[in-house]
């Protein structure tokens, strides 16, 4: 890593999570000229352009301009292995941060022919700075790697480092795919609101100021979920109404299935595309 200057970051692949990453770098004070990006498609790269000035975008890896001290990889898992054996010769002795679901250290290692490899679970939210990404590195990863790492990702929110690699799937289930299962139930939210007769942007501002709001006293509150829930059902009320409907129809144990079915997909998208 460069000492006397800031480090030279490379995302290969300009999709939204490298967009979050490389603009919360930048809002940081990240120098653009410290930026690269390689993104096939023209016109992904001319919105890059438009949104990030002075970040240096490529069409391919063969035409980068500095020494990567960091090289994200932001590619979707089953295009992942081609991207890192066609970069490969040319990225040098980077450090490597990847945010592909499911792909494993192992074979990024393999591929990339390197031990300084880290994986990252981030989510969406990172697009607006309230990200939550899970963190694993390999033991070639050094305290200054994990450092860097850091500084990087809390650019987009907030992290959590895991000690065992398939624990990521894990974290995939619960806060990768997470920012989808709220949107879901906002839908149910808005569309319930709706044939209750209120106006649809009605329902859904009530439904999202509900969310954020009661996310918000989760977090600052040290009481566990189960007695803020309590605090809000009353025995015979609203609130008992619509808990028992739900306990009846076993939404609580459908949806802990639905999330051992998103760690069950994560798990074999590191078999299906890490060969």
Do not use: C
Request: hydrophobic share 45%.
């Amino acid at each position: 890593m460069n000492t006397s200057t800031s480090p030279t970051i490379t995302f290969i692949g300009g999709g939204n999570m490298a967009s979050a990453i490389v603009g919360g770098l930048l809002r940081q004070g990240h120098p653009a000229n410290a930026v690269q990006v390689v993104e096939p498609f023209d016109e992904q790269r001319a919105k890059l352009a438009q949104q990030f000035p002075g970040v240096t975008l490529l069409p391919e890896s063969s035409g980068l301009q500095k020494a990567s001290d960091l090289v994200v990889w932001a590619v979707k898992p089953q295009t992942f292995k081609a991207a890192a054996l066609a970069s490969q010769t040319h990225l040098g002795g980077a450090l490597h941060l990847s945010v592909a679901a499911g792909i494993t250290s192992d074979s990024i290692s393999a591929w990339l022919q390197t031990q300084r490899v880290v994986r990252a679970m981030p989510n969406t939210p990172a697009l607006v700075g309230l990200g939550m990404t899970g963190l694993f590195a390999r033991e070639g990863a050094s305290a200054a790697d994990r450092g860097l790492v850091e500084t990087v990702v809390k650019t987009t929110g907030e992290l959590v480092w895991v000690t065992a690699e398939a624990q990521l799937d894990a974290v995939t289930a619960l806060s990768g795919s997470g920012p989808a299962y709220v949107f879901y139930f906002l839908e149910a939210m808005r569309d319930a609101g709706s044939r209750m007769g209120l106006p649809p942007e009605v329902a859904y501002q009530l439904a999202v100021g509900t969310f954020v709001g009661a996310a918000t006293l989760a977090q600052r509150s040290e009481d566990p979920p189960q007695t803020l829930r309590e605090r809000v059902t009353s025995k015979g009320g609203t609130t008992y109404a619509a808990l028992t409907s739900m306990e009846s129809a076993g939404v609580k144990a459908r949806f802990e299935e639905a999330l051992f079915a998103a760690q069950k997909r994560a798990e074999e998208l590191g078999r299906e595309f890490g060969k």
